[in-house]
């Protein structure tokens, strides 16, 4: 599909993609005869939360993030599969590969969401809209699960828009009914507001984005720095770019171990082990921070730091040594970050 | 346990000693120091487990024997605001210790003396000792101390390293990116080359109790403790339990590129480009040509300093990058005319004051920009 570029506007279109509970799609996706029953991922076990609901199951009250043993109870008959994390990493890099192949000013924000900044493409070939609506029947056709597009002028409003109608919706914000769809809106939908600002806003009375409206910035200032973006949320104000390639902060690399590891020199033998992989990832990119991260049998994660611009072996052993001592327990994952750095290197003395 | 003391002789000793001494400690009675009278002689104790500090007084007037601890740094404060002529007689009365002075009266807390750690012996396994006058062990540890690595993962950088061999002592103190040695002829017994790395912590308060003078204090080494002994203290300090790097390795041999400069121009030249390089990184460049070192330094408001100075070097054009506190700290710490850069084709760079260049050696590592 050809689109031409444009750029006499300066009227930004913002499209958001966000995958229908997606862990819940891609089981459905490979076993189709769960698709109309009620169906979660996540543990099976008595203390474990769910992570997605399908919207069957929601029709019972069941959502992500609630207990197992609750959501059982709200729906005896619920059926629960195992996470297949590696499985959703590959559908998800199917439908972003294709997002990506139509719009090159594209942002992944997560394993299941997307922007795009469709502002120069040549409005006379289609609305965002159109494109929208194009791009969520081509990842059907193509992958085989449902997205939710929103589309509007800046991020902030095209996700609160892809958010009204799911699954499976299209929905425009335009800039005449910004306001219009904003009024209503319950504050505790702006990223940023959780539970406990929530509630402390409810205090004052402030559950929509009207009542924000009502309120004077001075009466917010207990909410620190966040009053100011609040009000600017309130009227739809976003000026944050769709960032094309987002700035890698470290390069990692980690290795889940065939058998748990208890000694402190094995393990600096596998990050050792680890540093060619690390090289090739790094391809030449300064770092000024090492860390050895340390995933231990019951699941608690250590990580310990030094500053270090290159591969010393004895800083990483004493890493090791660190982050080991803190719980000396028997480790299951071993890995090995380095934040990378645009300053000037400090070059060691190579004893 | 009675005593009387000139405020000056007591204050003079118990600043020895407080340094160590915590405010509040996980272990009350090392907020203490310790008090002990025997015949003539006064003796004060402080110690964090680590590095013990030991003071001592001549008593002049009549003294009764006797060990107790009291808080150390209530004591000091006393003690150093009371008028600079006044005698101090401590009286201990009860659990109390009681201080007099003219019409001055405190009574302080104690603890029992022999709730206070012992002191290490030092007669077992000794494995050296070396003798030298006070102003050259002072010398040689500021000379390089700055030089020592803070708080790094690699706990055995983060002290000072002491060599002695053959009636030499030499300090060696890295932090991985720069390293420093300074060397002082010294009496000692040592046969066979001994070395220790003595904790950040005992080297800074070993460098405060040597006096520049010309006073002799013999250094005992044993397996785990340094004890430096001068008469009117004794300090002692654990040793770091590691192996420290092979620092004869870092340094570069057969570099060719000398640039010789004016210690105190090339000081001025580097606080003025300093000023405006980026305060995380503090890069200067050096560009070295033709008996001209150029300095240039920026930062991120892309505000530019540049400085040219006259040197002698002749060799093939050098353009470095260096942290600018690195050279700032050897600057500061050689003490002739003139010093002496010794750049290898990797950069890294030798310094050395050109009339003495066997006293200390400065190996800085490059940035690469």
């Known amino acids: 599909m050809g689109y031409i570029l444009d750029s006499s506007t300066s009227q930004r279109r913002i499209i958001h993609i966000d995958c229908d509970c997606f862990f819940a799609s891609v089981e459905q996706l490979d076993d189709p005869s769960l698709t109309n029953h009620p169906l979660a991922v996540g543990g099976a076990s008595a203390r474990s939360v769910l992570t997605t609901a399908n919207y069957p199951a929601r029709a019972f009250g069941v959502r992500s993030a609630m207990p197992t043993w609750q959501a059982k109870q709200k729906c005896p008959q619920l059926i629960i599969k195992p996470v297949r994390m590696q499985r959703y990493q590959e559908v998800s890099k199917q439908v972003m590969q294709l997002l990506k192949d139509h719009c090159d000013q594209f942002e992944q924000v997560s394993i299941d969401e997307a922007y795009l900044d469709v502002s120069h493409y040549y409005q006379a070939y289609g609305s965002a809209t159109d494109l929208a609506l194009w791009l969520q029947s081509l990842v059907a056709r193509e992958v085989g699960i449902t997205v939710s597009a929103g589309v509007s002028q800046n991020k902030l409003l095209a996700k609160l828009a892809s958010d009204w109608r799911k699954p499976a919706g299209v929905t425009t914000i335009s800039p005449a009914k910004q306001l219009e769809f904003l009024q209503n809106l319950p504050v505790k939908k702006f990223p940023g507001v959780g ?3 929530q509630t402390r806003l409810e205090r004052k009375g402030i559950t929509l984005c009207q009542d924000v409206w009502q309120t004077s910035i001075e009466s917010l200032t207990f909410l620190g720095n966040f009053a100011t973006r609040l009000k600017q949320m309130s009227i739809g104000e976003d000026d944050r770019p769709v960032q094309t390639e987002r700035r890698r902060k470290s390069v990692g690399v980690e290795k889940t171990l065939p058998q748990n590891l208890e000694d402190q020199d094995s393990i600096t033998e596998v990050v050792l082990g680890l540093l060619p992989q690390a090289r090739q990832r790094l391809a030449g990119r300064p770092f000024n921070h090492l860390s050895v991260k340390l995933k231990f049998d019951d699941f608690q994660v250590t990580t310990a730091t030094s500053q270090c611009s290159h591969f010393d072996q004895e800083i990483i052993a004493e890493l090791c040594r660190i982050a080991w001592q803190r719980q000396r327990r028997p480790v299951r994952l071993i890995g090995l970050q380095c934040q990378l750095t645009q300053g000037p290197i400090q070059l060691p003395l190579s004893w | 346990m009675k005593f009387t003391v000139s405020r000056d002789a007591l204050v003079s000793a118990l600043q020895l000693v407080a340094g160590v001494v915590e405010r509040r400690s996980t272990m009350p009675v090392l907020s203490n120091v310790l008090l002990k009278v025997e015949g003539q002689q006064l003796t004060l104790v402080g110690t964090d487990l680590e590095v013990e500090l030991v003071g001592r007084v001549k008593l002049i007037e009549p003294a009764i024997e006797g060990a107790i601890t009291v808080p150390g740094k209530k004591f000091v404060d006393i003690a150093k605001s009371l008028p600079d002529d006044a005698m101090i007689s401590m009286m201990k009365e009860g659990d109390r210790m009681v201080l007099r002075s003219d019409r001055s009266r405190f009574n302080l807390a104690t603890l029992p003396a022999d709730e206070f750690p012992a002191s290490q012996d030092m007669e077992n396994d000794l494995r050296g000792a070396v003798t030298l006058v006070q102003k050259d062990l002072r010398q040689v540890m500021d000379a390089t101390a700055f030089s020592m690595a803070v708080s790094d993962v690699r706990y055995y950088l983060n002290g000072m390293l002491f060599e002695v061999h053959n009636d030499r002592l030499r300090t060696v103190a890295t932090d991985g990116h720069r390293l420093s040695t300074a060397d002082v002829m010294a009496r000692s017994d040592v046969e066979s080359p001994v070395q220790v790395i003595v904790p950040r912590k005992g080297v800074m308060e070993l460098s405060r109790l040597i006096a520049p003078s010309e006073q002799e204090v013999t250094v005992h080494i044993t397996q785990n403790h340094i004890r430096v002994d001068s008469g009117d203290f004794t300090f002692t300090s654990k040793l770091v339990d590691g192996r420290f790097p092979d620092y004869q390795r870092v340094i570069p041999q057969g570099g060719e590129n000398e640039m010789v400069a004016d210690r105190q121009t090339l000081r001025a030249v580097l606080t003025r480009a300093s000023i405006l390089t980026n305060e ?37 054009p050098m353009d470095v990058a260096y942290n600018v506190g690195y050279i700032q700290d050897v600057l500061g710490a050689v003490e002739g005319e003139q010093v002496v850069f010794t750049l290898d084709a990797n950069a890294s760079t030798i310094i050395r004051d050109f009339d003495a260049p066997e006293r200390a050696t400065y190996v800085v590592m490059p940035m690469r920009l």
Request: charged share 30%; proline share 5%.
């Open chain 2, 280 to 316: 995380k990184f503090r890069s200067v460049r050096f560009i070295i040509e033709d008996n001209n070192l150029q300095i240039l330094a920026n930062n991120p408001e892309q505000e530019e300093a540049e400085e040219n100075m006259a040197v002698d070097y002749q060799n093939a």
């Open chain 1, 195 to 197: 539970p406990k600002t």
